[in-house]
C-alpha cells in the first residue's frame, strides 16, 4: 500500500491537461492501485491522477456509501449528458482543503473507458457518481470546480482560500 502525496491548490500540475493512456503497462495498474490507497487515507470520493502529480488520464472513485454506490477506476474516461437535468449540491476537492461549494453539474451522465488492462467499460450514473465522474474528468482536463462555480459562489470560494492555513504557508 502506497498513499501518495496530494498535490495542493497552485501546484501547476492541477491546471495541466493528462495525457491520453497508451501503454496498459505495470507502472498504470500501480497508479490505480496507489490512488485507491491515496483516496482512501483522504477520504475523499474520487481523485485523478494529476492530483498525485501524474498526468495520465485515469481516475478513481469510490461512492460505496451510498445505496448501490459504485467503487472503481476508468482510463480515458469520456463522459456525454443523458438529457438536461441538472443537480445543485456542496462540492469540495481533496486538493483545495476546506472549500465547499454549490456546484452544478448534470445529473445523469454516460461514461465511457478503459479498465486499467485496457477492456472497454462502460456506465451510467446519476446523483453523486455522476457528479464525481465530472469533477474528476475535469481534473484530466486541467480544469478544477471552481471554475464551475457562479461567479459570487468563486468569490467566497477564492476567499476561504486566501485566508486558508495552507494557502498562506
Ligand atoms: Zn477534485
Known sequence: MTVR?????GDPVLTSRADE??????SLATLVDDMFDTMEDAGGVGLA?????????VFVFDC???????????????WEPIGEET???????LSIPDVSAETTRYETVKLSGR??????????????????????????DGV????????????AAM????????FNK
Not at 115 to 140: F, M, W, Y
Not at 159 to 164: E, K, L, P, W
Request: contains cysteine.
Open 5 to 9: 502525496d496530494v498535490r495542493i491548490f
Open 21 to 26: 493512456v497508451v501503454d496498459f503497462d505495470e
Open 49 to 57: 491522477a494529476n492530483q498525485v502529480g501524474v498526468l495520465r488520464r
Open 64 to 78: 460505496s456509501h451510498v445505496d448501490g454506490g459504485l467503487r472503481g477506476h476508468v482510463v480515458n474516461p469520456v
Open 87 to 93: 443537480q445543485t449540491g456542496k462540492e469540495g476537492c
Open 115 to 140: 479498465d486499467k488492462d485496457g477492456n472497454p467499460i462502460g456506465l451510467v450514473a446519476s446523483g453523486l457518481l455522476s457528479r464525481c465522474i465530472q469533477h474528476e474528468t475535469d481534473h484530466l
Open 144 to 155: 478544477l470546480f471552481l471554475k464551475r462555480l457562479d461567479p459570487a459562489e468563486r468569490k
Open 159 to 166: 476567499g476561504v482560500i486566501r485566508a486558508s492555513d495552507w
